[in-house]
């Protein structure tokens, strides 16, 4: 079955970075289209930012274009968030994922298949 399994989370100050990864396993990598969503206390899911399977193309979120980047490693089966400037409002669980199907793309549709989570704190 699909397993995803973050990690890179923590606690930051304002201004710093971290990058998270994702590690998937129990599919063809390089055939899934993958993506990012945050979740903070008290609010809902929302996107961050998404990838084509190839990693042709990408979507992000406007409250973090320009600071985070998502990128993958098809060979790792690893999918990547590069944060920076990282705000005390980025604090949330990130959650990786993707779609039961192949070569699908809508970035903000929700995920079928989701990892555990991690935790980023960003302290001001």
């Known amino acids: 079955q699909v397993q995803l399994v973050e990690s890179g989370g923590g606690l930051v100050q304002a201004g710093g970075s971290l990058r998270l990864s994702c590690a998937a396993s129990g599919l063809t990598f390089s055939k899934y289209s993958m993506g990012w969503y945050r979740q903070a206390p008290g609010k809902e899911r929302e996107f961050v930012a998404a990838?084509?399977?190839?990693?042709?193309?990408?979507d992000y979120a406007d409250s973090v274009k320009g600071r985070f980047t998502i990128s993958r490693d098809n060979a790792k089966n690893a999918l990547y968030l590069e944060m920076n400037n990282l705000k005390p409002e980025d604090t949330a669980v990130y959650y990786c994922?993707?779609?039961?199907?192949?070569?699908?793309?809508?970035?903000?549709?929700?995920?079928?298949?989701w990892g555990q989570g991690t935790q980023v704190t960003v302290s001001s």
């Open positions: 994922g993707t779609w039961s199907a192949i070569y699908y793309y809508r970035p903000r549709d929700l995920f079928n298949y």
């Open positions: 990838i084509t399977w190839s990693g042709g193309n990408t």
